[in-house]
């Protein structure tokens, strides 16, 4: 299958910074792709969708100032999470979508201190 | 909205046993219907699928049936391996709307002792 590389795999930042992760699509090209947030015992929760060369569409209670996010290419995404607090901390995780199928990111375990 | 409630972990077997991990959904339409595996380490991997009601998805000796009666999907295997130790999700993706993005469970840790 498709593979996804996500980095990094863990983060420790203090509150007030910001933080990127990339996500790298390393054998084939999507448009569209999806950035999902885990809080512990938790669903995955969709935060974001991204067609590249366009803006986000965030979903509700998502703020857009926060979490930015660049589709730069068909292979590369980052999340930037800006003036992160501790209630940020929790697991991102990216997925492109090629075809039918969603291909996905080792996650990153950010957590602010 | 859509949602998937799946059975809250860890669980815990010896190899050989019996493995059923309980998935139930709700949604709109004819959702697809699905389980990821996470390894440590890894990212999510498709382990199997199911389009359609009485739809059977099987994989690496894991299985799970489409049930529209009961909103079911659950996952079974009928004898684990410690190699199988890892993070299991269930998930769906709705027949309606343009990006179609996947709602998942919250997920379940497996573990297998030798």
Same mark, same amino acid.
């Given at each position: 299958?498709?593979? %996804?590389?996500?980095?990094?795999?863990?983060?420790? +930042?203090?509150?007030?910074?910001?933080?990127?992760? *990339? +996500?790298?699509?390393?054998? #084939?090209?999507?448009?569209?792709?999806?950035?999902?947030?885990?809080?512990?015992?938790?669903?995955?929760? /969709?935060?974001?969708?991204?067609? *590249?060369?366009?803006?986000?569409?965030?979903?509700?209670? %998502?703020?857009?100032?926060? #979490?930015?996010?660049?589709?730069?290419?068909?292979?590369?995404?980052?999340?930037? %999470?800006?003036?992160?607090?501790? *209630?940020?901390?929790?697991?991102?995780?990216?997925?492109?979508?090629?075809?039918?199928?969603?291909?996905?990111?080792?996650?990153?375990? /950010?957590?602010?201190? | 909205?859509?949602?998937?409630?799946?059975?809250?972990?860890?669980?815990?077997?010896?190899?050989?046993?019996?493995?059923?991990?309980?998935?139930?959904?709700?949604?709109?339409? $004819?959702?697809?219907?699905?389980? $990821?595996?996470?390894?440590?380490?890894?990212?999510?991997?498709?382990?199997?699928?199911?389009?359609?009601?009485?739809?059977?998805?099987?994989?690496?000796?894991?299985?799970?049936?489409?049930?529209?009666?009961?909103?079911?999907?659950?996952?079974?295997?009928?004898?684990?391996?410690?190699?199988?130790?890892?993070? $299991?999700?269930?998930?769906?993706?709705?027949?309606?709307?343009?990006?179609?993005? &996947?709602?998942?469970?919250?997920?379940?840790? &497996?573990?297998?002792?030798?």
């Amino acid at each position: 299958g498709a593979v %996804v590389s996500q980095h990094p795999s863990r983060v420790i +930042c203090k509150s007030g910074t910001s933080v990127k992760i *990339e +996500c790298r699509s390393l054998d #084939f090209q999507a448009t569209t792709m999806f950035w999902y947030r885990q809080f512990p015992k938790q669903s995955l929760m /969709l935060m974001a969708t991204s067609n *590249e060369g366009s803006k986000a569409t965030y979903e509700q209670g %998502v703020e857009k100032d926060k #979490f930015l996010i660049n589709h730069a290419s068909l292979t590369l995404s980052t999340l930037t %999470v800006t003036s992160a607090h501790p *209630e940020d901390s929790s697991f991102y995780i990216c997925s492109f979508r090629g075809g039918t199928e969603a291909f996905f990111g080792q996650g990153t375990r /950010l957590t602010v201190v | 909205g859509d949602s998937v409630t799946q059975m809250e972990g860890p669980v815990t077997l010896s190899e050989e046993a019996f493995l059923t991990i309980n998935c139930t959904y709700t949604a709109t339409g $004819y959702p697809s219907l699905f389980w $990821y595996v996470q390894y440590p380490g890894e990212g999510l991997q498709l382990l199997l699928k199911a389009t359609k009601a009485d739809d059977k998805g099987s994989n690496k000796g894991f299985e799970a049936t489409y049930r529209k009666e009961t909103t079911s999907f659950h996952l079974e295997k009928g004898s684990v391996q410690v190699s199988d130790s890892a993070v $299991y999700f269930c998930a769906l993706r709705s027949s309606v709307g343009s990006a179609r993005q &996947l709602t998942f469970g919250s997920g379940t840790q &497996l573990t297998v002792l030798p």
